[in-house]
């Protein structure tokens, strides 16, 4: 029982850390239909961003992960504004082969840079754990899943919220109609995909912390964050979050009972029942259900 | 206010519109009538830099539109209320009555309110539940809410009961005696032509007719092709 109540625990804090690797993959598929297959290697970009700033300049991660999410931001806004928005009307095919390459230029750039070695950001606090009964919560995994929880919440503020989460929630609807209003499509769109490169980038710093990466990670978060965002309902921020805690769950349920490979084919299994039971999703995706292309 | 002169276009190597001239005054509704495919929506699309002119001019208060994007059209101070209204189905009424403000920042829905009252008990409504007439009515207020000079709508009466209709378009002569013209494109070629001032009629991409729109009303050929009558 105390070994079930642990790997929930763990599984938790882990789907929670998951979420925030998906959500900006989630919010790029459902405002530009734009399936972003470099999406892990930022979050891996974002590790490196942290590691780099902590070891060359004594930046606690915590802090590091702004400066990385600044960086990230500035780089994703320019991707989407001068690469994708270019293709953004081309056939979906376009935009996966074209983030596709962006992606391996990215993980090769990486492997020269950095070298393919695993790495991780050591801090104090990422050791510690807190004892709960005969539960150990790590204590680095907790900052990471409350980070990551603040940061869905603040995302779905500021897109619900705000002057500019409205047009984006807007631009993402109806492009022609939101460009009818006066709203900047382009600047939108670039801005959408900036936030997403920054919160892969918290993310992957985040990871950094708790786990060792190397540039070859970059798809296995891609793909995950497939998994979460299409588990989650597309575009959902708050499906990504649920999507997460329960891929996270069912990995770390599925890692004390069965071995190896079949712990990774359970996430699989999840998303394949979901779908079948709920074809948009945990959350669904009405914002989304009645998009018009232009 | 809006002067189109000798304005050719087309999509891509397809000419759907020559040499087209129009022009709307200040505090004026305008409309343009005629049969499907004649090139109306184009005609507004052009207006509204969606697409682009081959040669002729488009001018609103002295400044060049065509060569400008949809959202430095806005700017300008043309609205287009486009066709099938194209609400953003899945946000609430308010919310896309606060999208129409988005040029200027404007948030008063006061006075597109007191235009369409009806609007007044809907505004936490999902746009995309309201039926076809109220989704006619908050697209228009929503048109208003950057506080256009011209208002361009498209196919107002589309899918809308007869009687909703008329109920619209009383609306109109208030919109345009508060400062913002407005330019019809209508299939009900009778009510479009009862409200304006002055109308045009648009056939296989050149303007065929125009002038006073109580003469054309009265026209032999207006009756006969648009009125069911003669």
Redesign the interface.
Known sequence: MSAFLQATVYGLLQGGLLALVAVGFSLVWGVMNVVNLAHGSFVIMGAYLGWELQVHAGIDPLLGMFAAAAVMFVLGYAIQRWLINLVVNAPIFITLLLTFGLSLLIVQGMNIIFSANYRSISTGYASTSLSMGSVRVPLGRLIAFGIAVLVTVALVALVNRTRIGLAILATGMDRGAARLMGIPARHVYSLTFGLSAALAAIAGTMVGTVDTFSPAAAGSFTLLSFVIAVLGGLGNMYGALLGGLLIGLVESWAGLYLSGTWVNAMAFLVLVVVLVVRPSGLVGRAYYAARVEV | MLEVSGASAGYGRVQVLWDIELRVDEREIVSLVGPNGAGKTTLLRVL?G?VPVSSGTVTFRGDLVNGR???QV??LGI??V?EGR??????SVR?NL???G??G?HTDLEPVLELFPGLTTRLDQVA?SMSGGEQQMCAIA?GLM?RPELMMIDELSLGLAPVVVDEIIERLPDIAASGTSVLLVEQDVDAALRVAARAYVLETGRIALSGKAQDLLTDQRVQESYLGLG
């Open positions: 509204s969606m994007s949809v959202e806005v700017e609205s287009h486009p194209r609400l953003f189905p899945g946000l919310d606060r999208l129409g988005w040029r920042k995309g929503r950057s």
